[in-house]
Each structure stands twice: as structure tokens, then as C-alpha cells.
């Protein structure tokens, strides 16, 4: 019988298999790159299409913004032409029915911000905001300091965006 001697398999690679190793590996990493670039785009994507999703619902709740400003005169004017009217004209027969039409079309145009989501910033008794109200004055008053005692020009919001900002008089100790 013939002796058979075991050498020990050795682990050594060839050139070319080592080539093929490294190509695999370089190949799994490009692979790997390219697949974090597709998920970084899909999220860039993703957070585009939110903005823009956003932008428009801004823009539609936000559009009559501009006009909104400018109508608030109109609705301050009609609000001192009733305080201007005396109480003894309001009685005069004569002018019942003009008032009368001043006061519905105040009532109208208040309606009309409602529907768009305008409304007036509550101030009257309140401390001062100031991302709500201008503080214009300052007057002796028995209120805590710093209370709003009297709206000179009411302030108005269109949902949660102020248009303009309440003018007021706020209180300080009497002297």
C-alpha cells in the first residue's frame, strides 16, 4: 500500500479571484451609494411636494389678503360715520331710514368678513399683545398697567394671520 500523506489545503487566492473579490466589493458599495441617492431623492421628493401642498393651501386661504387690508378702511369709515351721528338725529324720521341702511350695511360687510374668515383681534380689557396690538397712548387709569382701556382702531385677522393690528390705549398708574 501507498502511503498517502495529507498536506493542508491551502487558503491562498489567486490573482484573478482576488481581482473578482475586489471588483464585487466595489460593485456592492457603488450599489449601496446609489441606493442611499435614490431614498435621499425620493425624500427630497417628498419634502418638495409637501411645501408646494402647503404653499397652495396658503395661497388659497391667504388670497384675499391684500383686499382684505384695503377694505378695512371702508369698514372703519362706516363705523365712525354711525358713532358720528348724534342720538337726537338718530330719532329724526327723516334720517331713520339712512341710518338704518348704514347699520345693515355694517351688519353685511361684518357678515362678509365672517364668510373669508376676517374678524376683529379682541383687545378691550385685555393686557397688551403686542404681536396683536399697537399700543398708541398711555392714560391714567385705575386698570392693572399695561390693560387696554380703549381701541382708537380695531385690529382684524384673516384665520390666523394678523392684517392689521389693533391701536389702543393702554393703562398706567395714576400719578
Same mark, same amino acid.
Given at each position: 500500500?501507498?502511503?498517502?500523506?495529507?498536506?493542508?489545503?491551502?487558503?491562498?487566492?489567486?490573482? +484573478?479571484?482576488?481581482?473578482?473579490?475586489?471588483?464585487?466589493?466595489?460593485?456592492?458599495?457603488?450599489?449601496?451609494?446609489?441606493?442611499?441617492?435614490?431614498?435621499?431623492?425620493?425624500?427630497?421628493?417628498?419634502?418638495?411636494?409637501?411645501?408646494?401642498?402647503?404653499?397652495?393651501?396658503?395661497?388659497?386661504?391667504?388670497?384675499?389678503?391684500?383686499?382684505?387690508?384695503?377694505?378695512?378702511?371702508?369698514?372703519?369709515?362706516?363705523?365712525?360715520?354711525?358713532?358720528?351721528?348724534?342720538?337726537?338725529?338718530?330719532?329724526?324720521?327723516?334720517?331713520?331710514?339712512?341710518?338704518?341702511?348704514?347699520?345693515?350695511?355694517?351688519?353685511?360687510?361684518?357678515?362678509?368678513?365672517?364668510?373669508?374668515?376676517?374678524?376683529?383681534?379682541?383687545?378691550?380689557?385685555?393686557?397688551?399683545?403686542?404681536?396683536?396690538?399697537?399700543?398708541?397712548?398711555? +392714560?391714567?387709569?385705575?386698570?392693572?398697567?399695561?390693560?387696554?382701556?380703549?381701541?382708537?382702531?380695531?385690529?382684524?385677522?384673516?384665520?390666523?394671520?394678523?392684517?392689521?393690528?389693533?391701536? +389702543?390705549?393702554?393703562?398706567?398708574?395714576?400719578?
Amino acid at each position: 500500500m501507498t502511503e498517502e500523506t495529507t498536506q493542508p489545503a491551502e487558503a491562498t487566492e489567486t490573482p +484573478v479571484e482576488n481581482t473578482f473579490a475586489e471588483q464585487i466589493a466595489a460593485l456592492q458599495n457603488d450599489l449601496e451609494a446609489a441606493r442611499n441617492e435614490v431614498l435621499y431623492a425620493k425624500a427630497d421628493t417628498q419634502n418638495v411636494r409637501r411645501r408646494l401642498e402647503k404653499d397652495i393651501t396658503d395661497a388659497r386661504a391667504y388670497a384675499a389678503t391684500s383686499f382684505a387690508r384695503d377694505v378695512l378702511s371702508v369698514a372703519d369709515n362706516l363705523s365712525r360715520a354711525l358713532e358720528a351721528i348724534p342720538a337726537e338725529l338718530r330719532e329724526d324720521e327723516r334720517l331713520k331710514a339712512m341710518i338704518t341702511g348704514i347699520e345693515a350695511t355694517g351688519r353685511e360687510l361684518d357678515k362678509v368678513f365672517g364668510l373669508h374668515g376676517i374678524q376683529k383681534v379682541a383687545a378691550q380689557g385685555l393686557p397688551l399683545d403686542p404681536n396683536q396690538h399697537q399700543a398708541m397712548i398711555e +392714560v391714567p387709569h385705575e386698570a392693572e398697567p399695561g390693560t387696554v382701556v380703549q381701541v382708537l382702531q380695531h385690529g382684524y385677522q384673516i384665520k390666523d394671520r394678523l392684517l392689521r393690528p389693533a391701536l +389702543v390705549a393702554v393703562s398706567k398708574k395714576p400719578e
